[in-house]
């Protein structure tokens, strides 16, 4: 047993060099858990009553040191959502003309402004996309895929909001 005691330490050791290693490298390549955003501004006033306005003020309140308040005037930024729409698209057939995958789109068009005609964000779009098959035998289950890739697009979408939010930067009227 004498003998499987330094071979032990020996591995310990070199498991040990090994995390230190994992660190310095994810250190050094900038990685870092996302924490609390900054946004350059301290109260926002957010347009509209959808679910997504609704996970962007719980992200805001969670996430940032902003206040989201109720009322537009007093606040330093209104955050108006100019057009929300979800597409679903035939992306390709089968020889018998029946559809076997469709992409999905989710677009949001918005612009970030204060009362006084200053712009933190000019009108902005994102839209993101999401390829799915599709198959006549399994429609139930491929209703709830497609509405589980629109709740995991929105929350993209939120995550593309707050980042742009961050990078904001008044500009006079």
């Not at 959808?50 to 992200?59: D, F, G, Q, Y």
């Not at 996309?129 to 697009?153: C, G, H, P």
Request: a positive charge.
């Amino acid at each position: 047993m004498a003998a499987g005691a330094p071979v032990h330490a020996l591995r310990t050791r070199a498991a040990g060099a090994f995390c230190i290693a994992l660190v310095l490298a994810l250190a050094g390549c900038g990685f870092q858990l996302r924490g609390q955003v900054s946004l350059p501004f301290r109260t926002v006033y957010i347009e509209g009553n959808t679910s997504l306005i609704a996970e962007l003020r719980r992200n805001i309140v969670a996430g940032t040191g902003t206040r989201v308040v109720n009322r537009a005037p007093g606040a330093e930024a209104v955050l108006e959502v100019r057009g929300e729409t979800r597409e679903k698209v035939i992306q390709s057939l089968d020889t018998a003309g029946r559809v076997r995958e469709y992409q999905l789109r989710y677009r949001v068009a918005f612009r970030v402004g204060n009362d006084k005609g200053e712009e933190w964000l000019r009108p902005s779009e994102i839209q993101l996309t999401r390829d799915i098959s599709f198959n006549d035998a399994q429609v139930l289950a491929k209703e709830s895929e497609e509405a589980l890739l629109y709740r995991d697009m929105q929350a993209d979408m939120v995550h593309q909001i707050m980042r742009r939010l961050a990078a904001a930067r008044l500009t006079p009227g």
